[in-house]
T-cell receptor, first 121, second 109 residues
Framework: EAEVAQSPRYKITEKSQAVAFWCDPISGHATLYWYRQILGQGPELLVQ????????DSQLPKDRFSAERLKGVDSTLKIQPAELGDSAMYLCASSLAAYPPSGRAGAGELFFGEGSRLTVL | DAKTTQPPSMDCAEGRAANLPCNHSTISGNEYVYWYRQIHSQGPQYIIHGLKNNETNEMASLIITEDRKSSTLILPHATLRDTAVYYC??????????FGTGTRLQVFP
């Protein structure tokens, strides 16, 4: 069964360092999401891509976070400089769904990767 | 903001049905009810979704009240592997998922 691939699985870094996470969505999935999950909380959407275009980055802290999906396939999320409060699980998800929402049933399922756990010391 | 209210935790005996409630009193006519679960240290996993009618698949059943203001996810025969955090989410189909804090279900032997 096709899966969303993420790397690294675990990352430990010191504050003020740069860190990057990579995501390879399921083949053919046009929509890609990055979520951040702080321990004990639900995932929080950081950025949503439709192909190579950002359609929602309203919750992305743009002073230190950046995300790109240059060829509309895999994606990279970068943090520079990392802060202590960035310690979290970073989840990538993909779906067949197009944006804006079509209302068509069955096309909205998101498939999540296993995540990248970041610890900032 | 999440538009649902769920109990923070529930217990269930192995082999029994687990009934997880969700309130979504402000749901709009074009919003679906989705359920996802997250097993420890893994990404969330889709379970089921519905609009008005009750739905059933190989994982669970979803019962939506007639006024659509609440729903219940039913795991008919819970196993230890069903221990997870369960998220109830309302969304316009294919829109982004906005997660709340979910219900932590503990299945015990």
């Amino acid at each position: 069964e096709a899966e969303v691939a993420q790397s690294p699985r675990y990352k430990i870094t010191e504050k003020s360092q740069a860190v990057a996470f990579w995501c390879d969505p399921i083949s053919g999935h046009a929509t890609l999401y990055w979520y951040r999950q702080i321990l004990g909380q639900g995932p929080e959407l950081l950025v949503q891509f439709q192909d190579e275009s950002v359609v929602d980055d309203s919750q992305l802290p743009k002073d230190r976070f950046s995300a790109e999906r240059l060829k509309g396939v895999d994606s990279t999320l970068k943090i520079q400089p990392a802060e202590l409060g960035d310690s979290a699980m970073y989840l990538c998800a993909s779906s067949l769904a197009a944006y804006p929402p079509s209302g068509r049933a069955g096309a909205g399922e998101l498939f999540f990767g296993e995540g990248s756990r970041l610890t900032v010391l | 903001d999440a538009k649902t209210t769920q109990p923070p935790s529930m217990d269930c005996a192995e082999g029994r049905a687990a009934n997880l409630p969700c309130n979504h009193s402000t749901i709009s006519g074009n919003e679906y009810v989705y359920w996802y679960r997250q097993i420890h240290s893994q990404g969330p996993q889709y379970i089921i979704h519905g609009l008005k009618n009750n739905e059933t698949n190989e994982m669970a059943s979803l019962i939506i009240t007639e006024d659509r203001k609440s729903s219940t996810l039913i795991l008919p025969h819970a196993t230890l592997r069903d221990t997870a955090v369960y998220y109830c989410i309302v969304r316009v189909n294919t829109d982004k998922l906005i997660f709340g804090t979910g219900t932590r279900l503990q299945v015990f032997p």
